[in-house]
């Protein structure tokens, strides 16, 4: 039930949302001072990233490891034979960073290019810390 109004009382102050501004006087739009509310805004967070790596076999060919680092990872001739190389040397070497579905469809595509060339070339994924 809607409060009485007193004799004179503005409509204003008795509808009044409480903590609103009131005015006792009719005035214009502009005249109206609202609070101000801080904007809120949402960042996205960027997805995690996971690493391709490559492991080292004895039975790939180098020539074979640098062409398909070339063709699926877009990498000069220069930087496939130093990623070729570091694997043989180290044992595995990672190859890019992506995010988790890009990164898992390369080492896929990877390992299914050695599989059917009949090379055990392998590439895993990692998560990226």
Known sequence: MLPRPRAGAPLARIFAAPGAIICDRLTA????IAPVRPQTQKKTERPP???????NDDFTPRAFVTKVLMGLFHMSEGEAEAVMLAAHMKGSC????FTREIAETKARQG???GARAGYPL????????
């Open 94 to 97: 990672v190859v890019a960073v």
């Open 111 to 113: 390992t299914d290019v």
């Open 29 to 32: 739009m502009s005249e109206i």
């Open 49 to 55: 990233l996971w690493k391709v790596i490559l492991l």
């Open 122 to 129: 392998t590439f895993t994924t990692e998560r990226d810390s």
